[in-house]
């Protein structure tokens, strides 16, 4: 406090108190002067840019200033934003609306001068005008005396950027361990969680994990168990699948979905979260705001013992134990508000709303004191800051939806902003939705209504869009009423929360309101964004899930932790979000993603109809282009845009497509290009890209009925359709795709595997079964089903505790030794024990070689239990003699090809295994899926997320195998009818092969059939023929089968007489006694070229087969 002592003193003197003019301190301070009623005030006056100012003159304000009204009296200039704030002698801050430089003329002085603009009533003369006038002039101020009652309190400026930077420094070098790298540990307390009453231990298996990104997946999980946030087990009764998520920089995040099973059986943690209304009347006063920001905050935090064994996760690596509190779990907010609150008991000013710590202090002292205070807690405890997401001395700050200032709590404005911005519609569609929005809030606003009259205009038949201004007006006025305190309301979580989403072709919107007790609904904030070029290719049913997930990640910070209702008018989300029994296997890779952010938070999904959706559909469909600058964090998590593709992924993408295009198709030369052109040559897919795209129609055509059932999967990524994470292929590329497929016959089973995994047309399946049915190689090569009930070897309780010769259970290894010998046994031996090492066990058949001494000797030193089959039982060794049968009709299959071994030998080894619950060999066996060149078709943008439905434990899956196996082995009856064309086999020379034939007659389950290669009949047992398909069939297409008309070459009535044609003994000697019909029988018998087959050829045109007589007519 400095009094005047003398109003008349001398101005050109410096005054004691006044040391030097350019003195630097932090605060620059306008002294407050006492005075008393008889006490006078010096005044001037000067111009400023061409106006008379009258100004009360102050050698010690730090800064010249001046009220509103008289900056809107010199023209209202551009003010910029000063980088301090005002204060007062007293410590009390004042609001600097801003500052500009303006020109200042006094007496013959002349200058340029900057000049703050404040919202008290003085106009202040401070020390720096004085200064450099009085330099200028040569001489004092001239003043006048005059008595000043007002105010008797004048303005002070503290420069809080220098503040702000000394006290970062001072932080960062007191509490380094707090600013530090890595993960904090929570050494006050840990996280525990509880199980309900009866609650039964989920165990999920791993998801399969893409080849492309598997060492991406696998560097995260290194990274975690680094940092002691997971740690590797052998076993655990509880486990839950990861997600692998890919940010916008090319990381990979891994997410636990606990919503397979372990939130339904956990006890929900009752702890309060705060309520803001609390926590903004606390704050009220406050000058200075500081916000803090935890590291990985809740991964500070452990887990107790117990708790640990329910958080297990399931990985391609095996099982892992996670140590720290996972966000994702049901419990895990309430957990960690209760640390929060523990943390910063009985230091004031300081608030926490989960991860949001404010701290807020009336003067700048005690800020210093309170920031001290909870950094030294927080290093007691052991947590760290993530320094560049703090802010320090704040004049505001955005918390919690609102803005805190010293002026007190404020709404965000940009609350009323969206309102404001939004465009006037421009056709019916879009009035229409407004309409929608006038008949929503209309109930609860009555004034609504009467906006209704120039909008229902445009409305009625036969008129011509015209906006005028009468609609113009309108409009304006329902924008005025949705962002005023008519429709808004302040966020209290006592009363129901409901968040609607909306999405239109280029648009979201969002809302969050509550729901009074009468019914009322009243919104708490608007949000909306613009579709990007990527997201607008969405399919519908993702546009709406995006909308989703934008609105709850807009709302976290109201929403994230407690109940509430989300509400969608796009009725297939429900089955997907809404599922709690954890994600579907065939849902979209991104709806997948989606799913699981959804699942951290406690909602019911539930639908209304378009016209009740209120704002958010108005906002989807007149969104005004903003920018999303903010970052979008949940559990201090930053996410960029909802998966966005960007361009460089895009071009990955096409990049992928072709690369493999290129391998699959080399022969026509097919590439990217081909595919999308194709794709919009084809009619059904260009209609079927277009409902896509924009709506699919309430009435759709018979021929896309079936894309209609499965459209929720279906998505156009750059102008190709994918179904789920597979390509759908064009109707002109499907032959070649099987012809492909097919390269090296690895059979129906093999082929659907591996197709099922890329790509995808409607009845795929048939069109595999049919290619193959008619592939002669593969015929010619097939076998027979083996009879005998099935007695499977004992389960292994390890990898390589077994080892089956002739080959590997289910991972084969084949070597080509010249003799069969022991010695060059052992050598092929040791070449594979060499990379897998020796096994427990070897079981042979009763070969020489496995029977020598040297192969005995050889066993008994590397310490190899050894057991033979029964002699003449294959059965016993019965997987490793299915391989060779296998290998052998491999062999026949691909005797034309070169270099076909180690590629039949790939392609066995990454197909499904039913026997092992529908995993490869290889994963059984390394634990990991092979690469196809088929991976490289799946764009890189949808690979990553692929699902595949849970299975059975593989002892069930053993037992049903054997089930199946022996009922299905047994006797049947085959219905073969005369005329069908059939394989039927060939014994020659101890070789079994199969030929083609047709029926001729039949009796019982003997049928004799012409072969026309032997150019003779044969008969045969049910059980030695198959059924043959003599029709070229064309691919299936949406379950209608278009076969080709093929002249048969033989007809059944000309058959005896075509077999009588090859004999021309019997032809000659019968013909004429057959035509006049008055000779009797005579038989010639005929010896065909298999010595068990001996039939008669009747003069009147019947066959005896073994003494029986069958018509052949």
Not at 315 to 323: D, I, P, R, S, Y
Request: charged share 30%.
């Amino acid at each position: 406090m400095i009094k005047l002592l003398d109003p008349i003193y001398k101005l050109w003197e410096k005054p004691k108190y006044c040391k030097d003019y350019e003195i630097e301190r932090p605060i620059r301070q306008i002294l407050r002067i006492e005075t008393d009623e008889n006490i006078e005030w010096l005044k001037t006056k000067a111009i400023l840019n061409g106006t008379e100012v009258e100004f009360i003159l102050d050698s010690g304000a730090q800064l010249s200033c001046i009220n509103e009204r008289t900056w809107r009296e010199i023209g209202s200039p551009k003010l910029s934003e000063p980088n301090y704030c005002g204060k007062t002698f007293t410590g009390s801050e004042f609001k600097i609306v801003g500052k500009f430089n303006c020109i200042v003329e006094l007496e013959e002085a002349k200058e340029i001068l900057l000049v703050h603009v404040t919202k008290e009533k003085l106009n202040l003369f401070g020390l720096p005008w004085i200064v450099k006038l009085e330099k200028k002039l040569g001489r004092p101020i001239v003043t006048t005396i005059k008595p000043y009652q007002e105010s008797k309190e004048i303005l002070a400026i503290e420069c809080i950027e220098e503040i702000r930077a000394k006290i970062e420094i001072e932080l960062q070098k007191k509490f380094k361990n707090v600013f530090s790298e890595g993960l904090g540990y929570c050494r006050m307390s840990k996280a525990h969680l509880e199980l309900k009453a009866n609650a039964k231990p989920v165990f999920v298996k791993a998801r399969p994990v893409p080849i492309g990104v598997k060492d991406a997946i696998e560097k995260e999980l290194n990274r975690l168990e680094k940092m002691g946030a997971i740690k590797p087990i052998e076993f655990s009764d509880w486990a839950a699948p990861i997600l692998a998520v890919k940010k916008a920089n090319g990381k990979i995040r891994v997410c636990m979905d606990y919503s397979t099973g372990l939130n339904k059986a956990l006890e929900l943690n009752r702890h309060p979260l705060p309520s803001p209304t609390d926590i903004w009347t606390n704050i009220h006063g406050s000058k200075v705001f500081s916000q803090l920001d935890l590291r990985d905050a809740y991964l500070q935090i452990e887990l107790d013992n117990c708790s640990k064994k329910l958080t297990c996760i399931n990985t391609h690596k095996g099982l892992f134990e996670v140590q720290r509190l996972p966000f994702g779990v049901k419990s895990a907010p309430a957990i960690f508000q209760k640390l929060m609150d523990k943390l910063i008991i009985g230091i004031p000013g300081v608030y926490a709303y989960l991860d949001d710590v404010i701290i807020c202090s009336k003067t700048l002292e005690d800020h210093k004191l309170s920031l001290l205070r909870i950094f030294e807690r927080i290093e007691d405890w052991g947590l760290k800051i993530q320094l560049d997401k703090c802010k320090f001395f704040q004049k505001k700050l955005k918390f919690l939806g609102h803005i805190v200032s010293d002026i007190g709590i404020e709404p965000d404005p940009v609350k009323k902003e969206i309102i404001k911005k939004l465009n006037c519609p421009k056709n019916v569609k879009e009035l229409q939705s407004v309409m929608g929005t006038i008949n929503y809030y209309g109930k609860f606003v009555e004034e609504m209504h009467k906006l209704r009259g120039p909008l229902d205009k445009l409305l009625q038949k036969n008129i011509d869009w015209k906006w005028g201004e009468e609609q113009e007006f309108a409009f304006e006025e329902l924008k005025k009423i949705l962002s005023s305190e008519l429709l808004l309301t302040h966020f209290d979580p006592e009363l129901e929360i409901i968040v609607t989403a909306d999405a239109s072709n280029y648009g979201i919107g969002a809302v969050i309101s509550h729901k009074f007790p009468d019914g009322t609904e009243r919104a708490i904030e608007y949000a909306s964004k613009s579709l990007n070029s990527a997201e607008k290719n969405y399919s519908q049913i993702e546009k709406e899930g995006l909308a989703l997930i934008f609105a709850v990640e807009k709302f976290h910070k109201l929403i994230y932790g407690r109940k509430f209702k989300l509400r969608t008018d796009h009725k297939p989300l429900l089955a997907i979000f809404g599922n709690k029994k954890g994600i579907k296997a065939y849902t979209a890779s991104r709806l997948q993603r989606w799913a699981l952010t959804l699942s951290n938070y406690d909602f019911e999904i539930e639908f209304s109809k378009t016209h009740e959706m209120g704002m958010a559909d108005t906002l989807s469909r007149l969104i005004n282009n903003q920018d999303e600058n903010e970052d979008k964090i949940i559990a201090l998590a930053v996410k960029n845009k909802i998966d966005c593709e960007s361009d460089n992924e895009l071009s990955q993408t096409e990049e992928s497509v072709k690369y493999i295009l290129n391998v699959l198709l080399k022969e026509k030369r097919l590439d990217i290009e081909l595919l999308k052109n194709e794709t919009k040559k084809d009619i059904e897919l260009k209609l079927l890209k277009n409902y896509i795209t924009n709506h699919w129609p309430k009435e759709v055509k018979k021929e896309m009925r079936y894309w209609s059932n499965i459209r929720q999967n279906l998505q156009v990524i750059d102008d190709c359709i994918v179904f789920s994470d597979k390509i759908v292929v064009p109707k002109i590329l499907r032959e070649e795709i099987l012809h492909s497929l097919h390269e090296f016959h690895p059979g129906i089973a093999k082929m659907k595997g591996i197709a099922r995994e890329y790509l995808y047309w409607p009845n795929i399946g048939k069109d595999i079964e049919n290619w193959v049915n008619n592939c002669t190689e593969c015929q010619g090569a097939a076998k027979m089903p083996a009879k005998e009930e099935l007695c499977p070897w004992p389960a292994t309780s390890r990898n390589w505790q077994r080892l089956h010769i002739d080959l590997l259970v289910h991972w084969p290894e084949v070597f080509g030794n010249m003799t069969n010998s022991a010695k060059d046994t052992i050598n092929s031996l040791n070449w594979l024990f060499t990379h897998f090492g020796y096994p427990e066990t070897l079981v042979s058949d009763n070969g020489s070689p496995f029977q020598s001494i040297e192969f005995k000797n050889y066993c008994i030193e590397k310490g190899i239990k050894q057991l033979f089959s029964p002699p003449y039982h294959p059965q016993s060794n019965g997987q490793a003699e299915r391989f060779v049968d296998y290998f052998k009709r491999m062999m026949i299959k691909n005797c034309k090809n070169k270099n076909w071994l180690q590629e039949v030998l790939l392609n066995y080894r990454a197909s499904p295994n039913e026997s092992l619950g529908g995993k490869t060999p290889a994963e059984e066996f390394l634990n990991r899926k092979l690469r196809l060149k088929w991976d490289a078709l799946r764009p890189k943008n949808i690979e990553l997320n692929r699902n595949t439905s849970l299975t059975p434990k593989k002892e069930i899956v053993r037992n049903k195998m054997k089930n199946w196996f022996d009922k299905h082995h047994g006797a049947k009856v085959h219905d073969y009818k005369i005329g069908d064309h059939v394989w039927f086999t060939n014994y020659r020379q101890n070789k079994i092969a199969w030929l083609e034939g047709e029926i001729v007659s039949k009796k019982g389950v003997l049928y004799t059939i012409f072969a026309p290669k032997l150019k003779t009949v044969i008969t045969r047992h049910s059980n030695q023929m198959r059924k043959r398909l003599h029709m070229e069939t064309k691919l299936y297409n949406n379950g209608e089968i278009n076969n080709q008309k093929i002249e048969r070459k033989y007809e059944l009535r000309n058959r005896t007489v075509y077999v009588s044609n090859q004999l021309n003994c019997v032809k000659r000697s019968n013909a004429r006694l057959y035509n006049e019909g008055a000779t009797p029988k005579k038989k010639t018998k005929v010896q065909s070229d298999e010595s068990e087959d001996k039939m008669e050829i009747c003069s009147d045109g019947s066959i005896n087969s073994e003494g029986s007589n069958i018509s052949g007519r």
